[in-house]
DNA sequence: CGTATTCTCTCGCTCAGCGAGATACTAGGT
DNA sequence: ACCTAGTATCTCGCTGAGCGAGAGAATACG
């Protein structure tokens, strides 16, 4: 997996060491949804869920799709989908009765644990060999590449 | 986005920082795709091609469905489809005929820098705030936290 | 040589997601 | 109070990605 380039410049070793981490991570997550009948639009939405879920912020049927980048259409019929599995449920908001808002089922943290917890548990593991001070830096530099990220992302859709 | 259990464990912010930094490069990657008529699946062949390319391995149909989790009759469609966009073409292999090999056209290694090109650029930016023991550290850490995702899954296919 | 194996492709099917539009409710002006 | 514009969700019809099963072509191995 190493080129030319990587010997040129380290720090491209670093961008594609960060793209291959990324790479595993999805395939581990694919890996998940297959053994569990998902797809892998139901994991991204459900870890969305879950998200929100933690922070307390209500979800509407509308806000996910846009979060995860779906059609209405697509929302209802994923909302449909994950609601037949007994993951989620709908429930009429009773302010604003032309709202949905979307409740996580125990049954959907719980999977969701069965996923994060060993994988967390063997990264936790593994991230004994640094320093606190090291997983500071390393912390700060994702930081740094997410919001470096988000900016070429924004700059992309704005240049057609 | 912060959660309790971030501030019981500082690693636990940790895992957190790496899945947003991948979620973000997710969401990078489908803007990229969606605005080249491209679906996930192509664009993921396309950067496990581009790879195979750079190492000089040659790559048939069936390593490539097997890279990224596809059926042999949908490698055969996502081949036809990558073919008709003109960013890949067969060839038959000359030694063992079963075979077909694929090459990638100079126009997708062009596209992929159109894709690729201008986020480097921004990420390597970004690196400059970073020393290069710094980096070194982040470096080590990505490959450790790799192996452990790759250990973590696995395990999970072997644990049904 | 014949038989098993390997690689790719074809066929028929299911279902995720899209565009367009229907439906139901709210907000704001008059 | 009413009419209108705006917002949230869902329905319908359709396209096409990906699957299972199996056919066809070439190789390997006894």
Same mark, same amino acid.
């Given at each position: 997996?190493?080129?030319?380039?990587? #010997?040129?410049?380290? +720090?491209?070793?670093?961008?594609?060491?960060? +793209?291959?981490?990324?790479?595993?991570?999805?395939?581990?997550?694919?890996?998940?949804?297959?053994?569990?009948?998902?797809?892998?639009?139901?994991? #991204?939405?459900?870890?969305?869920?879950?998200?929100?879920?933690?922070?307390?912020?209500?979800?509407?049927?509308?806000?996910?799709?846009?979060?995860?980048?779906?059609?209405?259409?697509?929302?209802?019929?994923?909302?449909?989908?994950?609601?037949?599995?007994?993951?989620?449920? +709908?429930?009429?908001?009773?302010?604003?009765?032309?709202?949905?808002?979307?409740?996580?089922?125990? +049954?959907?943290?719980?999977?969701?644990?069965?996923?994060?917890?060993?994988?967390?548990?063997?990264?936790?593991?593994?991230?004994?060999?640094?320093?606190?001070?090291? #997983?500071?830096?390393?912390?700060?530099?994702?930081?740094?590449?997410?919001?470096?990220?988000?900016?070429?992302? =924004?700059? =992309?859709?704005?240049?057609?």
């Amino acid at each position: 997996m190493s080129t030319e380039e990587d #010997r040129q410049d380290p +720090r491209l070793r670093l961008v594609h060491q960060l +793209r291959a981490a990324t790479v595993e991570f999805d395939l581990l997550a694919a890996e998940f949804a297959a053994r569990h009948g998902l797809h892998p639009t139901d994991l #991204r939405a459900l870890i969305a869920l879950l998200d929100a879920a933690r922070a307390e912020r209500p979800v509407t049927p509308g806000r996910l799709g846009e979060q995860i980048r779906l059609n209405s259409a697509g929302t209802t019929t994923l909302i449909d989908r994950l609601e037949r599995l007994g993951l989620v449920r +709908r429930e009429r908001d009773t302010t604003d009765r032309r709202r949905v808002l979307l409740t996580v089922e125990p +049954r959907a943290v719980d999977l969701g644990w069965s996923f994060f917890g060993p994988v967390i548990g063997t990264l936790l593991g593994a991230m004994d060999a640094f320093t606190p001070a090291e #997983r500071d830096t390393v912390e700060r530099f994702l930081a740094a590449m997410t919001t470096a990220t988000a900016a070429a992302r =924004a700059n =992309a859709a704005h240049h057609p």
